[in-house]
């Protein structure tokens, strides 16, 4: 099982931008696809977005398209989510995993680490 550690989370007014990194250890990183999930107080965890092992191909949810990009360095064992254009519903604690496809769904291979904290607010 791997390790997978989340960090770059904080207080952003409305319209300000994040850049959130996962830094992955053991299995939880290489020729995986990788996805960041968030989960808002009383709120079921949601996927919102995914990238591929080589990032030839992304995945959004509908609430961030065209304002959250996320991207991979190998070398690194990183995943980043640059976040632009905050609103105060993306508040939230932001979390990372290793998925794979299983039929039609992504499902998660480790454990969920702590995450990290996402506060939009005027």
């Known amino acids: 099982q791997g390790q997978l550690v989340e960090s770059g989370g904080g207080l952003v007014q409305p319209g300000g931008s994040l850049r959130l990194s996962c830094a992955a250890s053991?299995?939880?990183?290489?020729?995986?696809?990788m996805a960041w999930y968030r989960q808002a107080q009383g709120k079921q965890r949601e996927r919102v977005a995914v990238?591929?092992?080589?990032?030839?191909?992304?995945d959004y949810a509908d609430s961030v398209k065209g304002r959250f990009t996320i991207s991979r360095d190998n070398a690194k064992n990183t995943v980043y989510l640059q976040m632009n254009s905050l609103k105060p519903e993306d508040t939230a604690v932001y979390y990372c995993?290793?998925?794979?496809?299983?039929?039609?769904?992504?499902?998660?291979?480790?454990?969920w680490g702590q995450g990290t904290q996402v506060t939009v607010s005027s």
């Open positions: 995993n290793s998925v794979f496809r299983y039929g039609s769904s992504w499902l998660a291979r480790e454990s």
């Open positions: 053991g299995s939880a990183f290489s020729r995986n696809a």
């Open positions: 990238i591929s092992e080589s990032s030839t191909t992304t």
